[in-house]
């Protein structure tokens, strides 16, 4: 009977707390939430402004006032397009909760990449994103002066099973794609005659079945990453 009174302001003390702090973890999408809260703004993930998703995945280092990311109607076209490419064994290349990188010589994607070879004009048939000769990294960074007065542009292509949560996808993509665009150039320096460089990044998703080698199909979703090198005269 003593604690009658102290523990019913203690009970409504705890109560109270507990409901300010469940208020909170709403307010900032908690700690469980994949697609909500500040990181996709104004419905990013649903409406479709992928670019804007990669670029909230991306590290800092990747935001850099020479490069823009920003949807492109012509990419999403030519990957919708390029999907009716499939073969088998495309299904193959999937990985369950991964999204996997996918060239030209993975079984089943070849007619899908030189579909968007010819569609977007790439510098990278390939599809490669990396140092090799023929990879993104390696004409945008590491021979940064070859065709400097042109525009030009590199694609890579990701793969990943359709029940892979978009938001896991993307970050997966954003993870790979950051090594790329962590290290492109603001100019052909110390080539001459100079330009400088400013870039434009579009990231385009879609679906589609991927074709097995059994004749059956596995859903999955595809996401692709464009890079576009737009150069100016003088530096």
């Known amino acids: 009977m003593l604690c009658k009174n102290p523990c019913s302001a203690v009970f409504a003390a ?3 707390l507990i409901l300010v702090s469940g208020a909170l973890m709403r307010g ?3 700690s469980g939430s994949s697609s909500g809260g500040a990181k ?7 409406n479709g402004d992928y670019s804007t998703v990669l670029d909230n995945d991306l ?3 990747a935001h850099k006032d020479f490069i823009n990311y920003q949807d492109n109607d012509q990419d999403k076209a030519a990957l919708h397009a390029a999907l009716s490419r499939l073969t088998p064994d495309a299904a193959a290349a999937l990985r369950q ?21 010819s569609a977007l004009g790439l510098r990278n048939p390939t599809l490669q994103g990396g140092n090799a000769p023929g990879g993104a990294t390696y004409y945008l960074v590491n021979e940064a002066g070859q065709n400097a007065g042109q525009t030009v542009k590199y694609e890579v292509l990701f793969a990943a099973p359709r029940d892979l949560d978009l938001a896991d996808a993307m970050q997966q993509v954003a993870d790979r794609v ?7 150039p603001d100019s052909n320096a110390p080539d001459t005659p100079a330009y400088s460089y400013r870039y434009v990044v579009s990231t385009s998703v879609d679906t589609a079945d991927a074709p097995a080698a059994d004749g059956s199909s596995v859903p999955a979703t595809f996401i692709s990453v464009s890079i576009t090198r737009v150069p100016t005269a003088g530096s």
Do not use: M
């Open 14 to 16: 705890l109560l109270a």
């Open 28 to 30: 900032t999408g908690g």
């Open 40 to 46: 996709y703004p104004s419905g990013s993930l649903l």
């Open 59 to 61: 590290p800092p280092g």
């Open 97 to 117: 909760g991964r999204a996997v990188q996918v060239y030209n010589n993975t079984s089943g994607y070849a007619g899908a990449a030189a579909a968007l070879t």
């Open 178 to 184: 950051d090594r790329i665009l962590e290290a492109l």
